[in-house]
Structure formats: structure tokens, C-alpha cells
């Protein structure tokens, strides 16, 4: 049983009344009449929620999966049991990682009325979430007090690397975009590796592509016929490095990193393409071989579950030697990481400009929000115009940045964290349209 506002201040104005007794002792009379009024209303309140047949009956709905960095909606379901109308208020004790701590619904149950109660949850952080006891509070006719029912809905769930944007990113798709207008696809004739059939050898066909067993076998000549190569691979390389540890929003580069993985990967494989994930620290931590078998993003969603970091610093030195040992056939990489001037872009230039030669190389690297609004910003103090000064010099050294990149023919993409997932695949779908990749 807890008392209620309306009983501290009803209890209030009766003391009132009665230190008043020196200017009338009428007030007394008053006082003891009000006192008197107050305890069988709160007798009479008290059996209005102290029931035998009374109380409620409540489940939580929760996935099993939540989704880092997006809203997920969580039910309640709350059954009215009492024989009358009552007023609640519904405290669910929800995992401290997100502080939540003035949680409250308040709430109208008709007589056996049954309602259902959302809301939503924003994680910023991969891992383990565990769910405690939902606690209804009821209250009296008068509102002088209220009774507490518990119900242990103990359960865990899992943040996993942003799933949610996967139902989006087809609308970033130009191959989908294509289809819903009745584009066909054309199939080009190259000279890629990728076979596609065996036909009649006609005048003007290439000799080289001559296929002699084929043509043993029918009596006449026979050649290959070799289409575009359609599936390329695709690897997004996420640096767990100490840069990587800076919060916008809550939430880390790395994890923004990790949910841009998850969405181009899925692009990538819509467009018939091979994901494949890299990550890596001091040593690669993780190596997923590019594939686009069905299963793979959810090979891909564990994986990066699973990551964990001490936010040391990076070796590109090791994600050179072992891509080159590991990865032999021309691939995209897309390296989510950060440089904070030139200086430290020029410590790991050496060994990005020797992994461009072997495959085609994407440097995804973050703007700073709080720079830009600085840079904004109207200045009025000296130390303001200070500030100011500083901030375009870092935000200039970033254009500088790209430049030198593209410079040595590494591409470059500098993206605010939150504009991460939409800019990487548009990025992406770019290269292609170009047929970089």
C-alpha cells in the first residue's frame, strides 16, 4: 500500500485546522469532524482495492533481437480484473543501459477491459539487455492510496548491428529502381572471366575463344561466349581502432561502422555482388570470405555482434600483408576508419596506396558535427573567433584529406555519422554505375 498526493495534502489541511484551535476552539470541533470524515474515507478506499477477486493480469511482448541504433517497439498487455472502472500507473523496469529513469504510463481500465501499452527503445551499444518486473499501481475511488501488483517478466534480449535499415536500403537499390519501371536487363558481351555460354563459331567471332573439345564433340567450330563479370567482391574493412572510440549521439564511429556494414552488405549482395566483412586492430580479428549465399548477412549480423575492441591503436601494416595473402582476387574495400589531420593519414598512406594496387580501395572517414556547428556559429567573444579558426583549420585539413587520397588513386568519402549508411551506398551504387567495380 502506498499513500498518494491527495493524502498528504488532505492530512496537511487537517493539521492546519487544528493548530488554529488558539484563535476559535471551534476549529478543534472542525478538526476532529475532518479527521474523523478522512479515516472512513480511507477505510472505505482501502476496500475498494484490496479485493479478493481483484488484480491484473500483464504480459510483456520484447524481441528476442534488437536493433542498434533504431527504435524498437516494446508491448505490454495489461487485463483489467477488477468489477469496476479503475485508474492505473504502469512502471516496467527496463535495462539501465539506457537510463531511463522517469518511466510512467498512466492509464483508464474499463471493467475487464484488456489494452495494450507500447513504447519504444533506442539501444546505442551492441550486447545483452536484461528486463526486470512490470509494476501496475492502482488506485483507490478517492485516489487517497494505492495498491502495488508485481509480476516478474524477467527476460533478456540481444542488440544486434542495425538490422532495421535492410528493409530501407532497397529503396537505394537502382537495380530496383530499374525493375518497378520495366527496365530490362541487357546482357553486354565482354571479355571478362565469367562464362556464360557455348555457340557456333560465325566469321568476326574471336579465335582465341575457340572451344576445341566442343567443337570435336559436334563436328564443327565452337566458342565461348563470356558476358560482363556480374559478381564482384565486396569487402567492408572496419578499423576498431582508438579513433573509432568518438560518440555523436550516443553512440560510437564503430557501431556506426558496423550498422553501415550490415545495409551495404545487403545492397551489395541484392546487387548481385559478394559481401565480405574484415575487421581488424593491432591483428584482423575477423574474416568473413566474401559469398552471396542466402545466409550470409546473417553470418555477417553475428560476426559483428560478437566484436569487441580495446580502442588500441590501428596496424594497417597487418591488413595489408594479410589481404594480400588471404585475398587474391581483385576486391572493393571499403575501410571505415578515421584521420584526425594529415599527419596521421600520412603514417598509413604507404600501406593504403600498396593495398590500392591490388584491388579497388574506398576510404570512408567521418565529418565532426560539433566542428561544422562551431564553424556556423555567429562569433561575438575573442575566444570565440578563436575557436572558430581552429575548427575551419580541422575542417579544412579534411578537404586536404580527400585530396591527397584521390591523389593516389584511393577513393574517398567523407560522411557525417549519421547520413553513414545512406552516403556509403550511394557511394557504392556510384562505383558501379561507373563500372569502377
Not at 141 to 169: C, E, H, M, W
Amino acid at each position: 500500500m502506498f499513500l498518494t498526493k491527495n493524502t498528504i495534502i488532505s492530512l496537511m489541511t487537517i493539521i492546519a485546522v487544528f493548530c488554529l484551535y488558539k484563535v476559535s476552539s471551534l476549529f478543534v470541533i472542525i478538526g476532529i469532524l475532518m479527521l474523523v470524515i478522512f479515516v472512513l474515507a480511507f477505510l472505505w478506499d482501502m476496500t475498494s482495492v484490496f479485493q479478493k477477486t481483484a488484480g491484473f493480469e500483464c504480459s510483456r511482448e520484447c524481441p528476442n533481437w534488437l536493433s542498434n541504433g533504431d527504435e524498437n517497439t516494446i508491448k505490454l498487455t495489461i487485463q483489467n480484473l477488477y468489477d469496476k472502472a479503475v485508474s492505473i500507473e504502469i512502471i516496467d523496469e527496463i535495462p539501465p543501459e539506457f537510463q531511463k529513469r522517469d518511466f510512467l504510463i498512466k492509464a483508464d481500465l474499463k471493467k475487464g477491459e484488456t489494452k495494450d501499452f507500447t513504447y519504444t527503445l533506442t539501444p546505442k551499444r551492441r550486447g545483452e539487455y536484461e528486463f526486470h518486473d512490470v509494476h501496475i499501481y492502482v488506485f483507490s475511488r478517492f485516489k487517497l492510496l494505492q495498491r502495488r501488483f508485481k509480476f516478474d517478466l524477467k527476460g533478456s534480449s540481444k542488440v544486434y548491428p542495425s538490422f532495421a535499415i535492410i528493409r530501407n536500403t532497397q529503396l537505394l537499390s537502382a537495380e530496383n529502381k530499374s525493375r518497378e519501371l520495366g527496365v530490362k536487363n541487357v546482357r553486354r558481351v565482354g571479355q571478362s572471366s565469367e562464362f556464360e555460354n557455348i555457340k557456333e563459331y560465325v566469321k568476326g567471332d574471336d579465335y582465341r575463344t575457340i572451344n576445341w573439345k566442343a567443337s570435336a564433340r559436334k563436328h564443327q567450330l565452337m566458342c565461348n561466349v563470356y558476358g560482363d563479370e556480374q559478381s564482384q567482391q565486396i569487402y567492408n574493412i572496419i578499423d576498431k581502432g582508438k579513433g573509432m572510440q568518438q560518440a555523436f549521439n550516443g553512440m560510437t564511429l564503430l557501431d556506426y561502422s558496423i550498422n553501415a556494414a550490415v545495409a551495404l552488405s545487403y545492397v551489395a549482395i541484392s546487387h548481385n555482388d559478394k559481401a565480405g566483412l574484415i575487421t581488424f586492430e593491432k591483428n584482423v580479428s575477423t574474416h568473413l570470405p566474401a559469398d552471396k549465399k542466402s545466409r550470409q548477412i546473417n553470418l555477417i549480423l553475428e560476426a559483428l555482434y560478437n566484436e569487441k575492441t580495446d580502442f588500441k591503436y590501428s596496424d594497417f601494416t597487418t591488413l595489408h600483408e594479410y589481404s594480400k595473402k588471404k585475398i587474391t582476387k581483385r576486391s572493393l574495400f571499403i575501410i571505415y576508419t578515421t584521420f584526425d589531420n594529415m599527419a596521421s593519414l600520412e603514417r598509413q598512406m604507404p600501406f593504403l596506396k600498396l593495398i590500392s594496387q591490388r584491388h579497388t580501395l574506398l576510404i570512408v572517414f567521418f565529418k565532426d558535427s560539433e566542428l561544422e556547428k562551431m564553424c556556423e556559429k555567429k562569433t561575438v567573444k575573442v575566444n570565440d573567433y578563436f575557436k572558430q579558426t581552429i575548427a575551419e583549420k580541422f575542417m579544412f585539413e579534411q578537404i586536404l584529406i580527400i585530396k591527397r587520397l584521390q591523389q593516389n588513386g584511393i577513393y574517398a568519402l567523407l560522411t557525417r555519422p549519421e547520413d553513414l549508411n545512406v552516403n556509403t551506398i550511394n557511394k557504392y551504387i556510384e562505383l558501379k554505375a561507373k563500372r569502377i567495380i
